[in-house]
Structure formats: structure tokens, C-alpha cells
């Protein structure tokens, strides 16, 4: 016999005895045979709440053009696979940044991140276009 098979009739045995005993209501209503004993709990993704903007990485995203205007200026971005992205001041960008300001050449990102020596850390980020003479990827 299996230790497995032992166990199920153990607990069979036990919930058979507790229903002849009628002492189900107080001790055997809380077993469960088939409950795992240890309780697994998947914690929820953090990015599922997230913009697909806000689930690349800095690193990954390519200045292509800036529309400025004083008033309204707004900056287009593509990641990694290519797909772009129209932002404009104050929109989340990154897992961590949101855009701070956009010039006629490079959008200023800034982000907010949690050092464990020294707390909360300000890093600004420039996103550039690329010159003239530069290869484009």
C-alpha cells in the first residue's frame, strides 16, 4: 500500500468517526481531506494596473520627434518592438517616472525610486533625438 493510499483512508477513517460521534459541527466540518495544507497565495502582478508606457523600461524607449509648441508641447517615443507613443508633459512614462518637461530637442523625464540606504531618490532621465549625422536603428 502507497503512503498516499494511507493517508486517504486515515482521513476517511477520521471523517467516518467524527459523523458516527456526531462531533462533526465542532471538529471534523473544518478538515477538509482534499485542502491543501499549505495555503498558496499568488500575489497579484503589480504591472496589471499599469499603461503599456509605463510597463517598458527608460532604457528601452527612442526619442523619434517633438511637436513643440510653447503652450502644448508633446514629444512621439517608440520601444523596443516599435510601437509608439504621443506624450506630453506630466504623463506617466517608465515604471517609475513621469515626463517633466519637453524641449525642442530632448523630453526631460524624472523618476521617483526608493533607495534602501537613503529612502526616496529624484533621477532625471533626457530622452534625445538623434542628430543629423547619427544612424538611425
Same mark, same amino acid.
Not at 120 to 125: Q, Y
Given at each position: 500500500m502507497r503512503s =498516499?493510499? /494511507?493517508?486517504?483512508? +486515515?482521513?476517511?477513517?477520521?471523517?467516518l468517526i467524527c459523523t458516527l460521534l456526531k462531533v462533526g459541527d465542532v471538529f471534523c466540518s473544518s478538515i477538509d481531506p482534499f485542502k491543501p495544507f499549505i495555503k498558496t497565495v499568488r500575489?497579484?502582478?503589480?504591472k496589471a494596473h499599469l499603461l503599456p508606457i509605463q =510597463?517598458? /523600461?527608460?532604457?528601452? +524607449?527612442?526619442?523619434?520627434?517633438?511637436?513643440?509648441s510653447p503652450e502644448n508641447?508633446?514629444?512621439?517615443i517608440n520601444d523596443a518592438s516599435g510601437k509608439a507613443y504621443i506624450?506630453?508633459?506630466?504623463?506617466?512614462?517608465?515604471p517609475l517616472g513621469h515626463v517633466k518637461f519637453i524641449t525642442k530637442s530632448k523630453v526631460i523625464v524624472e523618476e521617483v525610486y526608493t533607495d534602501v540606504f537613503e529612502g526616496?531618490?529624484?533621477?532625471?532621465?533626457e530622452l534625445s533625438l538623434p542628430q543629423k549625422g547619427e544612424r538611425k536603428q
Open positions: =498516499r493510499d /494511507k493517508i486517504v483512508i +486515515l482521513f476517511m477513517s477520521i471523517f500575489p497579484k502582478s503589480p =510597463r517598458v /523600461k527608460l532604457s528601452e +524607449l527612442t526619442l523619434k520627434g517633438i511637436i513643440y508641447p508633446m514629444a512621439l506624450i506630453k508633459v506630466g504623463d506617466p512614462i517608465g526616496k531618490k529624484t533621477r532625471i532621465v
